[in-house]
């Protein structure tokens, strides 16, 4: 059996991302569950200790001027925003992805006028999005139509009004061409959003540069906000003063204390803000965000490619012969940042790996998912991984 | 001048409630805007670091299970359900309150049926609630139409689907009949939801012996669940089968695991829950609710009764004649937890009193609004707010 240990060591010699993962506390576990829970960055536990403490505790109630939270969710917002290319004063921070789709397929509905009936779905996306769509769909009397993001192109017509499409599958890991199925959104005069989830942090999204509309994507995987953290909503500068939002909590209003019984929207993306930020988890969020100071995401995507690569070498070293299939495409244009294998008894297998120190998840029915997080996984990591999983099935785990 | 000051040392000797004080961090300022943020519950800040650094940072995605994590929102709900006078099922945590005004109102109107095309809002509420109700208005085709409370019976027809109503009025602290409302709207075949921002955890409500149909509230007030803090919604168990969110996110799902593309609501409350929980924030609730273990919330009104009472002697003793005009009810059956007092030049002379320890807050155009909380609030405090306004307008202040 070749064995790669020693390119492993190589090559995380060489990483100039290798430091980055003294940013995180971890201990020797393999941990590729970063693409559902990230890990806890260092920096995150005093911050929170300090908002709880201090700026509750002794400041109370100021802290909502001088401990800078009534801002908090456009200012995180910016923070985040280089990470999916997008200029500042387009993101805000805040409530759920669930809610977010929901502001933005109706926001897009909208935007789109009457004429427009029909709202696209990619039926192969994380369910919430189905369900939410259908729901904006139902309330804007519109037509859900679920279909595969290849077959988008096909089903467009002047009909369509807006568009929702998961950027990568949750599942397999395919990324999808977010530049070209946006253009073609466009083309048919529709309106682009794109769920974020699994791509914000592990790759270049380019949202300004494509043009997306609306897009929306959680925090607490590859950008490691912590379970639950709140979700991001971003709409294009051309689009923010049409935008309207289905949820006009009091802290998108014009004036918030003004207590005035008429609605009037604030401008810009705070727009998209709705009711009292959740302070604690969106300060943890923001000092987790720090991680990236200095990172640019281009390095991290050549990182997460070259790691997937190795992975399924490692894979195939030493994962005895026709036990898995990986369902992720091996071209770097359609891989995200996770590998996706499928295999008999996947469900066992990991339970064993886990045992090991190898955590990855089981997404049923029948795949081992794997996500590499570049800024805290390495290649010795990878190889382990991998190792391991081929002794497992071995034994006849699985 | 009487002087009170001798009266709220014996009162406080002889308070029952007085010794919980030390279940908060506080100190020595007198603290009266725990109606729009609590105080720090002692036992918090330990809770979110354990959360933080072992749950997260070490468990990290086992947390979900073995942590607690996933069940929390039905869980804490059941927390705090005896506060709000439910039984156990009826109430899920997450989500800001506006979220669950439109969960809420859009529900009650599908429970409603086509033919109750109009929505009553209690017109003198805190904003939001009018905000989300017009977009819920909106999307469901029905009309909206803002009463006072006391216009709710003589509005109430055949047409009506859905009465939003506060449970005490954010400005004035004045606190509206809800058995009455509760059951005139019934008696036009309509459907109550109750905003109980303002009387959760500040005095009995009595959710399930009134009938109250569905209800939301905060828990950043009376409820000390930290900035931001998940909101609540609660469903009575004999409409859950029929409740129909309008944010029918993946964690409502009946198999939310199962990845299904067709969604299937589970049943009981939960069909309220949304996306992704949002944990730190969460969890830190759990460990705030604590403080009421034992304290029942009848003897908390007792107290807050008796505080504001006394605050309002104290008030009549030390503010110079005609400077301020008490837009709190005095009846009893008519006040919440809280005295707000019109003054002119209201935002100075709450500017001053900060400055001298006191904190309340100013509610334009010209309210002092000071909020009693009779977990931490004792009457030495009551009358040194008193003392410090009545200085702080003979200077000429406001």
Redesign the interface.
Known sequence: MTDLAPEAKERDAADELAALRARF?L?DTV?L?GN??G??PAA??DR??DV??R????Q??R??EVGG?WTAPERIGDLLAPLVGAAPGQIVVG?????NV?KAV?GAVRLAGDDRDEILVD?ST???D???A??AAR??GRTLR?VTPSEVPAALSGRTAAVLLNHVDY?TGRLHDLPALTAAVHGAGAYAVWDLCHSAGALPVGLDEHGVDLAVG?T?KYLNG??????FLYVRHGLQDRFD??????TS?AEP?????D?EAVSGARRGR?????????L?LEAALEVWDGVPVEAVRAKSLALTDFFLRCVAAYVPEGRVECVTPLDHAERGSQIGLRCAGAGEAMRRLIERGV?G?F??PDVLRFGFTPLYVGFAEAERAARTLGEVLAEGGG
Chains 1, 2 share one sequence.
């Open positions: 506390v201990d941990y569950d559902s829970l890990a806890l995150v536990p929170v200790a709880v403490r700026q509750w505790g002794e109370r109630i802290s909502w939270w409530d759920s992805t669930s809610v929901f109706v039926a994380f369910p919430t189905g369900y939410i259908e729901s309330l804007t679920a599942r959680c607490y912590g379970p639950g953290s709140p979700a939002s289905p949820l006009p909590g009091w209003h204390f003004g207590m005035r019984p609605y709705v009711g009292t930020p959740d302070i604690l988890s969106m943890a955590v998840d997404r049923p």
